[in-house]
């Protein structure tokens, strides 16, 4: 299954002829953002996460904004490749194309913590409760900027806004006119090409119509050090109209995509059924297949009396498919028999009709905005024929709420506090309400505290509480003197199963933050924004071993199966089922510095700290849950990120990070393995030949030939290395 991934495709060709075409025409944006000061700089960063533009500098929470240009100078790729600019964001690659992405902790590679939209529309997934990065596939070059909250959001956003929200916000037609074509290879078969174009509407407006293709090779196994053959390839297109209307500022946006990509992943196995190199596992190549597709429409507009007006509505649809050969060899724990693994398909498909309202308006001393969101969701899960691992597969489910926001000024341009709430009935989890209080203190202009109290909650997947999942396989002899048995090795399989209690629900996740925080701009050249923070989660999705669970009968069986027929396709189960009783607390902070020493150079340096600490169950289970938790994030996270005009053409961009040492679980007796710390360095050199063009060349992870980042364990994957690599770039405006 492990091969080397062939190049010269077509596309390649035509990414080298676009490369060479733009070379010779006549995009970089200029560098203006190095000749700003710091304060015009803390001007600029605007924020909508509030449901209104604000200044970062006027935000009682810690946010921090990407602008275009610090995407641009990045060369980053993808979206969670620019987040790693985020102060206290743990972003940590899986393989080529795959990542994990989190706030505060709980880093998996679905960031179910983490509410992230585009434009005001969730991105986040029913199907798997959190985010599948690599459909994310947005045009670098379309980003207005990233807003980013780091701690909950909830009060504002609601369900699953616990450790953060991201709103990826693209540009609008009317800033976008012309024509811009972008093209990039690099090292491992990368290749992509983005073209966006944009003009007016004869009725008046404003259009834009946008589309990227592209592909990369199969990312590093960390064992064997061969390239797997998990390339992947996608393609996106959109438009987006902005007619002009007399009352007030129209949007429309639709979008298709699809992603194509192969991916290992790695189920615990009756040892018959397993692979010969790693006894109770089977490792499936499986190919995966996204698509979905999205309409939405916003619309703002103004009333006689001031108030401002917002209504948004949207229809997203994704399908998520993988087919190979599945199964571990387990049908039911009263069928020590194993099936036989089979060619199958899985996945899940859903759909997603959101509507939502809110109203702004000033009272004096006020500013008071309240909203109403509606949502319709209809998904259908599909998993492996065998009724014995899902209760259900279909499922539709409707959601609202309404909120309320009140900034109050006690005292004109010092004190200021801010109470909230959203009022939520959610499909899956029932009523919630996540009230929050803040508080803004700025002695000075140049200078703000903060603080916050806030409650939230999580809405887990179905499949999280109600389906029957092989967690581990192992030896049975190493449970002979709790069996009381003197089985010899390689003879059983103990297969551990967690399973819904009778009459289980999904329950929601909750977590109260308390946070506070201190930026200060010293002069207009030296700036520093810090936070602390402490979360108590409770209610948490985990799992516990049953009162006693090795059932003598099911041993009998095993026992009388490995007598008769096929002894190597035989198991007893250890019985476990699912909860929502976890306790979790989690504290740390971040503090960022940003420092203009010459007009030609601006350092931003960052440090993140994190600790977890889970209340110990008395539960083998739960423990292992437990240590997961603690350890699955890094303590510490360190950035570094030089930004050099080494002419007036002429742009270098160097960027170091540090992440400490993580651990994760495997299949096999849920062993701990150790994900070494590692530090990264990312270069950019970028040459802006006219005022229309610019090359660059990038070099990433230079230190080392290759380096482990993180541990897919939802789902289990194979583990993957991290390379050093190249790429080129050429972005052209016309």
């Known amino acids: 299954m492990i091969q080397k991934r062939k190049s010269g495709t077509p596309f390649w060709r035509w990414s080298l002829l676009s490369l060479a075409v733009q070379a ?85 590679r679905f960031s179910g913590k983490l509410l992230v939209q585009v434009d005001g529309r969730s991105v986040y997934s029913p199907l798997f409760s959190g985010v599948l990065w690599e459909t994310q596939d947005i045009v670098m070059e379309d980003i207005e900027r990233i807003e980013v909250i780091r701690g909950p959001g909830a009060a504002l956003w609601g369900t699953n806004a616990m450790n953060g929200v991201i709103n990826i916000v693209t540009r609008s037609a009317a800033s976008s006119q012309g024509g811009l074509l ?35 090779g199969g990312a590093l196994e960390r064992n064997s050090g061969l390239v797997s053959p998990d390339g992947s390839s996608q393609q996106r297109v959109g438009l987006k109209l902005e007619p002009q209307v007399e009352s007030g500022q129209l949007s429309i946006k639709a979008e298709l995509y699809q992603h194509r990509s192969k991916e290992g992943w790695v189920t615990p196995s009756v040892l018959g059924f397993s692979d010969a190199a790693t006894p109770y596992s089977r490792d499936a190549l499986l190919s995966a297949n996204d698509q979905g597709g999205s309409l939405q429409g916003r619309y703002n507009w103004k009333t006689a009396d001031g108030a401002e007006n917002v209504l948004q509505a949207s229809l997203d649809h994704e399908s998520t498919m993988h087919k190979g050969v599945w199964g571990s060899g387990a049908s039911s724990s009263t069928m020590p028999l194993g099936l036989v693994p089979a060619l199958m398909s899985m996945g899940g498909v859903k759909t997603d009709f959101d509507v939502d309202f809110q109203q702004r308006k000033l009272y004096e001393s006020h500013d008071f905005i309240w909203g109403l969101n509606l949502r319709h969701t209809r998904d259908e899960l599909i998993l492996p024929a065998s009724p014995y691992y899902l209760s259900y597969g279909k499922d539709q489910r409707v959601s609202y709420s309404a909120f309320v926001h009140d900034e109050i000024t006690l005292v004109p341009e010092r004190f200021k506090l801010i109470l909230g709430s959203k009022f939520e009935k959610d499909g899956l989890t029932g009523f919630n309400v996540q009230p929050n209080a803040r508080v803004l203190y700025t002695p000075s202009q140049n200078e703000a505290y903060w603080g916050a109290l806030s409650r939230s909650v999580r809405s887990p997947r179905r499949t999280e509480s109600m389906s029957t999942i092989d967690i581990s396989a192992q030896d049975a002899a190493n449970l002979n003197a709790i069996t009381g048995l003197n089985l010899p090795a390689n003879m059983l399989t103990a297969l551990t199963q967690v399973s819904p209690l009778a009459n289980a629900s999904v329950h929601a996740e909750k977590a109260i933050s308390l946070e506070a925080g201190w930026r200060k701009q010293f002069s207009n050249f030296l700036s520093i924004d810090s936070s602390l923070f402490l979360t108590d989660y409770s209610n948490l999705r985990g799992g516990r071993m049953a009162a006693n669970p090795i059932s003598p009968l099911d041993v009998q069986q095993a026992i009388a199966c490995y007598d008769q027929s096929r002894p190597s396709a035989c198991y007893f189960t250890l019985s476990g089922y699912n909860t929502n009783l976890d306790k979790v607390r989690s504290w740390g902070g971040e503090v960022s510095l940003e420092w203009h ?41 360190i950035s570094l990120n030089n930004n050099f005009s080494l002419a007036h053409d002429l742009n270098l961009d160097v960027r170091l990070r540090y992440q400490s040492e993580t651990a994760f679980y495997t299949i096999n007796s849920l062993e701990q393995v150790r994900i070494a710390p590692y530090t990264g360095l990312d270069m950019r050199l970028a040459w802006q030949v006219n005022r229309n063009t610019e090359l660059s060349i990038s070099g990433r992870n230079l230190l080392k030939d290759r380096h482990t980042e993180f541990m897919s364990i939802l789902p289990t994957t194979r583990t993957y290395d991290v390379q050093r690599s190249a790429l080129v770039q050429a972005v052209t405006r016309f």
């Not at 803390?42 to 610090?70: F, G, H, N, P, T």
């Not at 990045?74 to 490749?81: D, F, L």
């Open 182 to 216: 972008s093209a990039t290879l690099g090292t491992g078969d990368l290749a992509s090409t983005s073209l966006r174009y944009a003009g007016v509407l004869e009725q008046g407006g404003h259009y834009k119509v946008y589309g990227k293709v592209g592909l990369m």
């Open 24 to 108: 010779t025409v006549a995009s970089a944006a200029s560098n203006e953002f190095l000749d700003m000061s710091l304060e015009e700089l803390v001007d600029y960063r605007l924020m909508s996460m509030s449901r209104k533009e604000q200044r970062v500098a006027d935000m009682a929470a810690a946010a921090y904004v990407i602008s275009a240009e610090e995407i641009r100078r990045s060369g980053a790729q993808s979206i969670p490749e620019a987040l790693r600019q985020v102060p206290g964001l743990n972003v940590a690659q899986i393989s080529r194309g795959s990542w994990a992405v989190s706030s505060r902790g709980f880093n998996e």
């Open 597 to 637: 020493p010459y007009s030609w150079w601006k350092l931003q340096s960052a440090y993140s700290h994190l600790r977890i600490k889970g209340t110990t169950t008395g539960d083998d289970l739960g423990d292992y849950q437990k240590i997961a938790h603690e350890n699955g994030s890094p303590r510490h996270q």
